[in-house]
Antibody, heavy 121, light 107 residues
């Protein structure tokens, strides 16, 4: 059974750096074709894709946040970490860790439950 | 970036009837289009990828069609649990982008 779970702080202050960890099981991120993405959703709003990391270490980031985002993986721990610098109240959202399907890595078949992050002073 | 436009924003349909949801891309995304269903308080669930391939475990009443810039999600014989929000998403170009969603409500 494939599962992913996000963890990290629920509250962050403006200008701080957010670090979120995705811990997954049921697949290996070292297997060819595997990838993990991060997606966020502000309360009552639509989904926004943030970043993706592939089995070979290749990375992709959304254009608007590229300078603020870092994505990394620890294959031995089955973890993917997202860091976002200079947090702002508009970054308040539920952050999801998701797996891309091998046949179409941009489509996400397994989602974590999400973690709500509130940015407030 | 590619803008995904979903219409209508809200669709009112009676249970047992068919719903047709539309998604338009600002430029061609070939068939690199996915549909998701999101229930309140839950993470989205993948319904369709590759514009028309049903994801694992998705009932046959969910169908996707289209290519290029025009796509459709059809839900036949609507059941009570289908009245939630649906998103389309393109993965043909970086960055991946989602539509704003269509809320399916009971008529």
């Amino acid at each position: 059974q494939v599962t992913l779970r996000e963890s990290g702080p629920a509250l962050v202050k403006p200008t701080e750096t957010l670090t979120l960890t995705c811990t997954f099981s049921g697949f290996s991120l070292s297997s060819t074709g595997m990838c993990v993405s991060w997606i966020r959703q502000p309360p009552g709003k639509a989904l926004e894709w943030l970043a993706r990391i592939d089995w070979d270490g290749d990375e992709h980031h959304t254009t608007s946040l590229k300078t603020r985002l870092t994505i990394s993986k620890d294959t031995s721990k089955n973890q993917v970490v997202l860091t976002m610098t200079n947090m702002d109240p508009v970054d308040t959202a539920t952050y999801y860790c998701v797996r891309g399907i091998v046949a179409a890595r941009g489509a996400f078949d397994i989602w974590g439950p999400g973690t709500m992050v509130t940015v407030t002073s | 970036e590619i803008v995904m436009t979903q219409s209508p924003a809200t669709l009112s349909v009676s249970p047992g009837e068919r719903a047709t949801l539309s998604c338009r891309a600002s430029q061609s995304v070939s068939s690199d289009l996915a549909w998701y269903q999101q229930k309140p308080g839950q993470a989205p669930r993948l319904l369709i990828y590759g514009a028309s391939s049903r994801a694992t475990g998705i009932p046959a009443r969910f169908g996707g069609s289209g290519s290029g810039t025009e796509f459709t999600l059809t839900i036949s014989s609507l059941q009570s649990e289908d009245f939630v929000v649906y998103y389309c998403q393109q993965y043909n170009n970086w960055p991946y982008t989602f539509g704003l969603g269509t809320k399916l409500e009971i008529k």
